[in-house]
């Protein structure tokens, strides 16, 4: 499921799609602007919330839990809400 958002100031003007999908470890951490390593640490303190990967890719779920746990990531213009209801319609 697609949304269309607008980018901050510090990513520019240009409209971004966002697509509830699975992500992997250096995905989220751009979302979040740290590197891939230091996202890696946040997520290890909350394992048991968030669980294992498939592969090298987090669930649907489980980016809904990391967004929980996080914050939505401020690039994105689209509440936690918005988010959750695009989870259940897919």
């Given amino acids: 499921m697609k949304r269309e958002i607008t980018k901050t100031e510090e990513t520019g003007n240009k409209p971004e799609i ?3 999908k699975p992500y992997n470890h250096k995905q989220l951490a ?3 602007g740290v590197c891939w390593l ?3 640490r946040w ?3 909350h394992d048991e919330e968030i669980g294992k990967k498939n592969g090298h890719f987090y669930s ?3 980016v809904l839990v990391i967004f929980k746990i996080f914050g ?3 690039r994105f213009k689209v509440s936690l809400s918005e988010v959750e209801e695009m989870f259940k319609a897919a």
């Fill in 18 to 20: 966002f697509v509830l």
């Fill in 30 to 32: 751009d979302f979040y």
């Fill in 38 to 40: 230091t996202f890696q």
């Fill in 43 to 45: 997520v290890k303190k």
């Fill in 60 to 62: 649907i779920k489980q």
């Fill in 72 to 74: 939505m990531p401020k």
